[in-house]
Structures are given as C-alpha cells and as structure tokens.
C-alpha cells in the first residue's frame, strides 16, 4: 500500500533523489541529485508547479516509490491554464501495483483544482508500456474527428 500526497518544498531532496533515479535507470543525461533537489525546492515554492509523492508504507518506515511534476500554463483557446506531465517515475521494484495509477490521478486531481482542463504528456514512441499506461488513463496522440498522430518536437531556443 502506499500513501499518495502533494509534495511541499521541504521534500525536494526526496524527489531530486527520484529523478535521478529514473534518469539513470533509462541512461538519460542528467545532473546530481544534489542540484536536482535545489531546483525542486525553488520550483515547489511557485503556484504553477504541482509536484506529487507516493510512499510505500509496507515495511517497517516509509520510503519513496514514485513521483509526478506537473507545470501549469496559460491557455489562450479556454479559460483554465493547460497542464504538462513533465515527469512520472515509480521505482522498479513496486511497479505494476498501482502506484502510478494513484500517482497519476491525483495529479490530475490537483490540477483541475487549479483551473485545468487538459493535460499534455510526451511520450517517446519506442516507450511502449509507457504509451499504454497513458493510454489505459484515457490519453490519446490521435484526436476524435482526426486521422493523424500529434506529435512534440524540442529544438534549441538560439
């Protein structure tokens, strides 16, 4: 079982551990834990950062089992901010127990809370336990009425 809460600053080093985690079990680039947990306390201290932390509670202490990172922006095509999944991560070893499904729901939750009424993910298309995850959740790349994929492309700001 585990407990499924809205991170506050103060778990900013859990969370930076997380990432870290996940950026290294999937051979992303990334920085230390160290930097990643300064930067989670700045950003946990902003309304348009939602961050939410699971807790597996069955052994004898609690420890981290996963997380999501979720940024708020302005929408000009409705009234409420678009959301975006930045990151969703549950450590391997509890995996398929429910726990990103929790996760992932109060994410959701929380957001529409603060005015949102989509949530935009990005998804590697090779990832695809991933895609069926999101999918299971009632996320699409293909849009009703339409018969092509959406799709993200990153490139450099200069």
């Given at each position: 079982m585990s407990d499924v809460r809205r991170a506050t600053p103060a778990d900013a080093e859990v969370l930076g551990r997380?990432?870290?985690?996940?950026?290294?079990?999937?051979?992303?680039?990334?920085?230390?834990?160290?930097?990643?947990?300064?930067?989670?306390?700045?950003?946990?201290?902003?309304?348009?950062?939602v961050a939410v932390l699971a807790e597996d509670d069955?052994?004898?202490?609690?420890s981290p089992a996963?997380?999501?990172?979720?940024?708020?922006?302005?929408?000009?095509?409705?009234d409420g901010p678009v959301s975006q999944l930045e990151e969703l991560y549950v450590v391997p070893r509890l995996r398929s127990q429910g726990i990103g499904t929790q996760v992932l729901d109060l994410s959701r939750r929380l957001v529409r809370e603060l005015g949102s009424p989509e949530m935009h993910i990005n998804?590697?298309?090779?990832?695809?336990?991933?895609?069926?995850?999101?999918?299971?959740?009632?996320?699409?790349n293909i849009e009703s009425g339409v018969d092509y994929r959406m799709?993200?492309?990153?490139?450099?700001?200069?």
């Amino acid at each position: 079982m585990s407990d499924v809460r809205r991170a506050t600053p103060a778990d900013a080093e859990v969370l930076g551990r997380l990432l870290w985690d996940f950026n290294t079990e999937f051979e992303t680039e990334t920085d230390d834990a160290e930097v990643l947990a300064a930067r989670f306390a700045r950003l946990l201290g902003l309304p348009e950062i939602v961050a939410v932390l699971a807790e597996d509670d069955t052994g004898d202490r609690r420890s981290p089992a996963g997380f999501a990172l979720v940024s708020l922006r302005p929408a000009i095509w409705f009234d409420g901010p678009v959301s975006q999944l930045e990151e969703l991560y549950v450590v391997p070893r509890l995996r398929s127990q429910g726990i990103g499904t929790q996760v992932l729901d109060l994410s959701r939750r929380l957001v529409r809370e603060l005015g949102s009424p989509e949530m935009h993910i990005n998804v590697d298309e090779v990832d695809a336990d991933t895609r069926r995850f999101y999918e299971r959740h009632g996320f699409v790349n293909i849009e009703s009425g339409v018969d092509y994929r959406m799709l993200c492309y990153v490139g450099p700001t200069d």
